[in-house]
C-alpha cells in the first residue's frame, strides 16, 4: 500500500474543505452565545407535556409584554429555552411569576445572566486560549523530536504539527458555521472546550505517527529510502489511528442523535474535529515531511 502516492489528492482535499468553511465563516458567520455577547439565559422544564397551549408562540407574546429584549425562544426536549437582553433578578422574578401564573406546570430549571463586559473577556480569553495551546503544543513536539536532526529537525516536526493543528481547527470552525447555519446553533464557552479538546485528540494521533517515523529513521535510515520509511510508518499505525478514531466518533454520534439540545453544538463540534484531526495526522501531516524534504533537497 502506498499512502504517499495520492499527497497531492489530500492536499487538494484539504484546500477545497477549507475553503468551503472559511466561505461559509464569511457568509454565515458564528451565532454567539450570551456567554461572549453578554445577556441572560432561562430555561424552564414542563412537567404536564399534555398542555397544548404552552408553545412558543404563547411564550413569546407573555414575554414580550414584560418588554423582554432580543427574545430567542429554543425548544428543547422537556421544555424551552429563552435568551434575551441582561435582566435584573426582579424582572427574572417577574417573569418567572408570570409564566407559572398562567402554566403551574412550569419549572425553572436555570437561569444565568452574564454582562457584556464580562462576556467580552471570555472571547478574549477563549482566542488567547486557544492560540497559547497551538503555541505550546510546537514547542513541545520541537522539543521531543529534537534528536532526529539527522533528518528532520525538531523544528520541521513541530511547524508541521502547528500547520496541521490549525488546518483541523479552521476545518472544524468553517464547517461547524455551515451546520449551525441550518441548525441555529450558538457557540459558547463548551465550543471552546470542545475546540481545544480537538486539538489535544489531534496532536496525541499526530505525535504517534511521528514516533513511529523517528523510530523507523533510526532503525532504517539511510538503508531505506525516506519515502519508503514515512509510508511504512504510516501503514503501521493506520489501523490504530483509524479504530480509535471511530471508538470515539460512534458514541459521539448517538449523543448528538439521541442527547439533550444543549450538548448537540459542543458534540457536534467533537465529531467534526475529531475527523478531520484522524485525517490531518495521517493524510497531511506525514506527507507534509516527505513534501518539505523534497523541496529543501531540490534547493
Not at 134 to 147: D, G, P, Q, S
Not at 191 to 211: C, K, Y
Not at 228 to 245: H, K, P
Not at 275 to 293: D, E, H, K, R, W
Request: proline letters at 2%; glycine letters at 6%.
Amino acid at each position: 500500500m502506498n499512502i504517499l502516492k495520492y499527497s497531492k489528492l489530500y492536499y487538494l482535499f484539504s484546500i477545497t474543505v477549507l475553503l468551503v468553511g472559511v466561505l461559509a465563516l464569511f457568509q454565515f458567520g458564528l451565532k454567539l452565545s450570551i456567554d461572549f455577547t453578554g445577556g441572560s439565559l432561562l430555561e424552564i422544564k414542563v412537567n404536564d407535556q399534555t398542555d397544548t397551549s404552552i408553545t412558543k408562540e404563547a411564550l413569546q407574546k407573555e414575554l414580550e409584554s414584560k418588554k423582554v429584549e432580543n427574545l430567542q425562544i429554543q425548544k428543547t426536549d422537556q421544555g424551552f429555552i429563552f435568551r434575551f437582553k441582561e435582566i435584573d433578578e426582579k424582572t427574572h422574578s417577574e417573569i418567572l411569576t408570570l409564566l407559572k401564573n398562567k402554566w403551574p406546570s412550569i419549572e425553572e430549571i436555570r437561569f444565568d445572566s452574564i454582562g457584556p463586559v464580562i462576556g467580552n473577556e471570555l472571547k478574549r480569553k477563549s482566542i488567547s486560549a486557544t492560540i497559547g495551546v497551538l503555541l505550546a503544543i510546537t514547542f513541545y513536539v520541537a522539543f521531543a523530536f529534537r534528536k532526529t536532526s539527522q533528518v528532520f529537525s525538531g523544528w520541521r516536526y513541530g511547524l508541521i504539527t502547528l500547520l496541521t493543528l490549525a488546518h483541523d481547527v479552521l476545518i472544524t470552525i468553517g464547517l461547524f458555521a455551515l451546520i449551525a447555519f441550518y441548525l441555529n446553533y450558538e457557540i459558547g464557552t463548551p465550543f471552546i472546550t470542545a475546540l481545544l479538546t480537538v486539538l489535544g485528540f489531534s496532536v496525541h494521533d499526530t505525535i504517534v505517527v511521528f514516533d513511529r517515523i523517528r523510530e523507523n529513521i533510526f532503525k532504517l535510515y539511510p538503508k531505506v529510502s525516506l519515502y519508503d520509511i514515512v509510508n511504512s510508518s504510516l501503514i503501521q499505525t493506520l489501523a490504530r489511528s483509524i479504530n480509535t478514531s471511530v471508538s470515539t466518533i460512534l458514541p459521539l454520534i448517538v449523543i448528538f442523535l439521541f442527547g439533550g439540545v444543549t450538548l448537540k453544538a459542543f458534540v457536534l463540534t467533537l465529531i467534526i474535529g475529531i475527523a478531520f484531526g484522524t485525517y490531518s495526522s495521517i493524510f497531511i501531516a506525514s506527507p507534509l515531511l516527505i513534501t518539505t524534504f523534497k523541496i529543501k533537497k531540490a534547493k
